[in-house]
């Protein structure tokens, strides 16, 4: 039996393997992400009304939405024979989805978010402050993003190393390691 191959040289399967592991991967982590900004800052009204309808469920479905959507894109940047040595084991997945989760937070936190703001008319973020007011508060709301991301990163790291590696079994994730 003959088998296609792309001009990556890799096959088909294999292929579609990492696609599904970079949607599957940013849905499991924008879960954990969407629970750090949802429980700690309160942020999915603000992310609800990027789609004009600022409530909790409309937050989740577009951090969802988007979640899969840069799971994709975590495969189309790190899928590559320059990266294959780091793909090659669950340190290296790891170490890709954290650089992809701090650069999707410079790009996303830095250029999207705000562009998004200033095309529906408004003149500031509308960014809940803690409790504390001030620089405490304008720290504290920093440090809880950037956890988010981290925690992003290292679940999509994690679970993609779950759907491509021989040795990256996850006990609780149902995949057959057969597969791989």
Sequence with gaps: ???????????????????????????????????????GLGLMPTIGA??????????????????????????????????????????????????????LGVITGGLLLPAAIAIEGATSLPVPTLPVPGLTASFEFGAVIAVAHLLYGLVLGRVFAAFTLADGAIDWLPIDPVDR
């Design 1 to 39: 039996m003959s088998h296609s191959k792309r001009s990556d040289g890799s096959e088909p399967a294999v292929a579609g393997r990492r696609w599904r592991a970079g949607a599957v991967g940013g849905l499991v982590a924008g879960a954990g992400m969407g629970a750090v900004l949802h429980f």
């Design 50 to 103: 990027l789609v004009r309808t600022e409530t909790v469920p409309a937050g989740w479905v577009v951090h969802l939405f988007n979640s899969i959507l840069f799971g994709g894109l975590f495969v189309a940047v790190f899928d590559r024979p320059f990266f294959a040595d780091l793909r090659g084991d669950v340190g290296g997945c790891l170490s890709l989805g954290v650089v992809h989760s701090a650069l």
